[in-house]
């Protein structure tokens, strides 16, 4: 049976009357670690001691864990890895970014949250030990917090965009009337002007060249005269929305 010393000063978190700070400084963490992290009973952690030479008794250990930092193990057990340079994170696409937008920013923010929120449900779905799950669900409380702030900056962010979008449809819209109906009056006048011209020709058949004047003037000048029709149709249209957009 190994002896339990103490020959170093108490650090803080540990007592002077506890066996189990007397143990070795890598034993009492990994037990520390089993019982924290990995939801050990009291009786394996004893069992895991007694296989390491020291025996100490169940009320011992217990005593032990009431002053063990557990929020320490905790916050190692979620960003503890050997290869962290390889873990992919929702801030990956924002680190190379030329430039930052705000939408984005927010969006990977959010995404992170919800993220958290995950592994802190299920790590409180899954722990024995009432006081843990409590400070899990305080935590899972705070996270939702933040997720409610970002959600409400996400849904500020989103307004000019969709005001935008709104005015956008609605220019389109606008400007395919205009555009219809300058296209339907334009050509209702040149065929009343090519009515003209036919009973022209009909009334005085002496001067054909007249006609043929006519619709040569027609096939030369009508694409001009349309763009002419359609933009003086969207003209005001497209400076009334500039004019909202300012």
């Given at each position: 049976?190994?002896?339990?010393?103490?020959?170093?000063?108490?650090?803080?978190?540990?007592?002077?009357?506890?066996?189990?700070?007397?143990?070795?400084a890598?034993?009492?963490?990994?037990?520390?670690?089993d019982?924290?992290?990995?939801?050990?009973?009291?009786?394996?952690?004893?069992?895991?001691?007694?296989?390491?030479?020291?025996?100490?008794?169940?009320?011992a250990?217990?005593?032990?864990?009431?002053?063990?930092?557990?929020?320490r193990?905790?916050?190692?057990?979620?960003?503890?890895?050997?290869?962290?340079?390889?873990?992919?994170?929702?801030?990956?696409?924002?680190?190379?970014?030329?430039?930052?937008?705000?939408?984005?920013?927010?969006?990977?923010?959010?995404?992170?949250?919800?993220?958290?929120?995950?592994?802190?449900?299920?790590?409180?779905?899954?722990?024995?030990?009432?006081a843990?799950?409590?400070?899990?669900?305080?935590?899972?409380?705070?996270?939702?917090?933040a997720?409610?702030?970002?959600?409400?900056?996400?849904?500020?962010?989103?307004?000019?965009?969709?005001?935008?979008?709104?005015?956008?449809?609605?220019?389109?819209?606008?400007?395919f009337?205009?555009?219809?109906?300058?296209?339907?009056?334009?050509?209702?006048?040149y065929?009343?002007?090519?009515?003209?011209?036919?009973?022209?020709?009909?009334?005085?058949?002496?001067?054909?060249?007249?006609?043929?004047?006519?619709?040569?003037?027609?096939?030369?000048?009508?694409?001009?005269?349309?763009?002419?029709?359609?933009?003086?149709?969207?003209?005001?249209?497209?400076?009334?929305?500039?004019?909202?957009?300012?």
């Amino acid at each position: 049976m190994n002896e339990i010393a103490n020959p170093v000063p108490a650090t803080k978190g540990q007592s002077r009357r506890c066996l189990a700070c007397r143990l070795p400084a890598e034993l009492r963490e990994e037990i520390e670690r089993d019982r924290i992290r990995d939801w050990s009973t009291y009786g394996q952690v004893v069992q895991k001691l007694a296989s390491n030479g020291f025996h100490l008794s169940d009320s011992a250990v217990r005593r032990h864990f009431r002053h063990v930092p557990r929020d320490r193990y905790f916050e190692a057990a979620e960003t503890e890895n050997d290869n962290s340079q390889d873990v992919t994170t929702p801030f990956d696409a924002l680190v190379n970014a030329q430039v930052l937008d705000d939408r984005l920013v927010v969006e990977v923010m959010a995404r992170s949250l919800v993220e958290r929120l995950q592994r802190l449900e299920r790590a409180q779905r899954a722990t024995r030990n009432p006081a843990q799950a409590e400070r899990l669900m305080t935590a899972s409380l705070k996270e939702m917090q933040a997720l409610e702030r970002a959600l409400r900056r996400r849904e500020e962010l989103a307004k000019p965009r969709q005001e935008l979008v709104g005015k956008s449809k609605e220019f389109v819209g606008r400007v395919f009337q205009a555009t219809k109906d300058a296209c339907a009056a334009f050509i209702e006048d040149y065929l009343h002007m090519m009515d003209e011209a036919v009973n022209a020709h009909l009334a005085d058949y002496s001067h054909p060249e007249r006609l043929v004047r006519r619709m040569s003037e027609f096939q030369r000048d009508w694409p001009k005269a349309m763009r002419q029709r359609v933009s003086d149709a969207v003209r005001p249209i497209w400076q009334e929305t500039m004019a909202t957009l300012r």
